[in-house]
Nanobody, 122 residues
Framework: VQLQASGGGLVQAGSSLRLSCAAS????????MGWFRQAPGKEREFVAT???????YYADSVKGRFTISRDNAKNTVYLQMNSLKPEDTAVYYC?????????????????WGQGTLVTVSS
């Protein structure tokens, strides 16, 4: 399974961005999908996950501002990011898990995209 993330860029605080992650190979509809991010000098952290059933779970830091969704017909998962803050600046990675229970943990994921950079200026 290959994951290709896109949609990052440079925006001002308060703006919105939508990230996309296109999957090829495998059976996308059966995977749990997630977004993680890594800011400069920090460890990778969980952002959001959406299960194969549509169940969603968010990190507290993005709850109410970010929305994860998926389109199984397009083999794509999205991350809609609203009200962006400078602290959201990071490389964002999409990931896929064949199984997994604790989907806020990166080690539960089997497949990773290459990352897309989001920079939020103040």
């Amino acid at each position: 399974v290959q994951l290709q993330a896109s949609g990052g860029g440079l925006v001002q605080a308060g703006s919105s961005l939508r990230l996309s992650c296109a999957a090829s190979g495998g059976t996308f509809g059966s995977y749990n999908m997630g977004w993680f991010r890594q800011a400069p000098g920090k460890e990778r952290e969980f952002v959001a996950t959406i299960g194969w059933s549509g169940y969603q779970y968010y990190a507290d830091s993005v709850k109410g501002r970010f929305t994860i969704s998926r389109d199984n017909a397009k083999n794509t998962v999205y991350l809609q990011m609203n009200s962006l803050k400078p602290e959201d600046t990071a490389v964002y990675y999409c990931a896929g898990a064949r199984y997994g229970r604790r989907l806020s943990l990166s080690e539960e994921y089997d497949y990773w995209g290459q990352g897309t950079l989001v920079t939020v200026s103040s």
